[in-house]
């Protein structure tokens, strides 16, 4: 099993900057696509971008040019840096990760909140 835990959530004026972390831990040998979703109130999850373990990367357009992922696999650690926020991106952003057989990996979340 792999372990996930988000940080770097808070409070941002529109137009700010914010950058999420997601730090893995446990059986990190059977990682595979890692990804960043979030949820905003009263919606459903939604991915906003994905990152295979060499690097690839793939971004939801409401997040494209914007929002940017990586993954440093020798820190244990995936990054979302998030510019040019805006209200719609309040949310709670969820760390993902795929292991392969059909097992996957959730964190439990961190909040942004973004004002205009």
């Known amino acids: 099993q792999v372990q996930l835990v988000e940080s770097g959530g808070g409070s941002a004026q529109a137009g700010g900057s914010l950058r999420l972390s997601c730090v893995f831990s446990g059986s990190i040998f059977r990682l595979g696509v890692m990804a960043w979703y979030r949820q905003p109130p009263g919606k459903q999850r939604e991915l906003v971008a994905r990152?295979?373990?060499?690097?690839?990367?793939a971004t939801a357009d409401s997040a494209k040019g914007r929002f940017t992922i990586s993954r440093d696999n020798a820190k244990k650690t995936m990054y979302l840096q998030m510019n040019s926020l805006k209200s719609d991106d309040t949310a709670v952003y969820y760390c993902?990760?795929?292991?392969?057989?059909?097992?996957?990996?959730w964190g439990k979340g961190t909040l942004v909140t973004v004002s205009s």
């Open positions: 990152i295979s373990r060499g690097g690839e990367t």
């Open positions: 993902y990760a795929a292991m392969g057989s059909g097992m996957e990996s």
